[in-house]
């Protein structure tokens, strides 16, 4: 079963305006965690937000911030005030706690979400 | 600090010839090692992880494998590459024994094209 699902393809937005990025998860353990990463055209794979399944508050990293929703299992990205650096694939990422994955800390991915900025 | 090296950086082979992609990573000890390979525009695979030297676990049966025959050393090979097999692979590590809100460091990638 997929555990992280990213319904949106691709998605535009404009220059300084907000835009979110969509990621459901399905999981049965009560400790996880979620992340995202940029991905530039160059191929790096760059981190930029966490949010734990315990944390009371919504991450914030500057420009983003997690909505998370537990009840829904929605953990949407938010970019503020876009920036055309903003244009790559962003993936949302999920890690199990160590009751089910143990030592492992592997992260299962999203599809992705092509991002394109207009000026 | 930490780095993460992968190389080579691209790769085209042809159908049937093996294949060695290494990775290593300095400034930490006993890392946790993973490949992933993303086909074009799609989202990443876990295709192997490592807790320890020796210590491998796949993730999906194919036509791949992977070694740690040290440390910080984590190798994905082949004995004969299929046109399937072509993709962008990544190494990535993190923190052995890290806890749920490790994030996982990347390396720059190959990219593979069998041809």
């Known amino acids: 079963a997929q555990k992280i699902t990213q319904t949106q393809p691709g998605m535009f937005v404009q220059e300084k305006e907000a835009v979110t990025l969509d990621c459901t998860y399905d999981t049965s353990d009560p400790s996880y965690g979620l992340f995202w990463y940029k991905q530039p055209s160059s191929g790096e794979m760059i981190f930029l937000i966490y949010?734990?399944?315990?944390?009371?508050q919504n991450a914030t990293e500057g420009r983003y911030s997690l909505n998370f929703q537990k009840a829904r299992k929605s953990a949407n990205l938010v970019i503020s005030a876009s920036q055309l650096g903003d244009s790559a694939m962003y993936f949302c990422?999920?890690?199990?706690?160590?009751?089910?994955?143990?030592?492992?800390?592997?992260?299962?991915f999203g599809q992705g979400t092509t991002l394109q900025v207009k000026p | 600090s930490q780095t993460i090296h992968q190389w080579p950086a691209t790769l085209v082979q042809p159908v049937g010839s093996p294949l060695s992609l290494e990775c290593t990573v300095e400034?930490?000890?006993?890392?946790?090692l993973y490949w992933y390979r993303q086909a074009a525009g799609r989202g990443l695979q876990l295709l192997f992880y490592?807790?320890?030297?020796?210590?491998i676990s796949s993730e999906v049966p194919q036509n791949l494998s992977a070694s740690r025959p040290q440390d910080r050393q984590f190798i994905l090979s082949s004995k004969k590459l299929l046109l399937s097999d072509s993709g962008f692979y990544l190494c990535?590590?993190?923190?052995?024994?890290?806890?749920?809100?490790?994030?996982?460091?990347f390396g720059s990638g190959t990219q593979l094209s069998v041809l």
């Open positions: 990422a999920m890690r199990e706690g160590l009751t089910s994955s143990g030592n492992t800390g592997k992260l299962i």
């Open positions: 490592s807790v320890g030297i020796g210590q």
């Open positions: 990535a590590w993190r923190t052995g024994g890290g806890s749920t809100n490790e994030k996982l460091f």
């Open positions: 949010q734990g399944s315990y944390d009371q």
């Open positions: 400034g930490t000890s006993n890392p946790n």
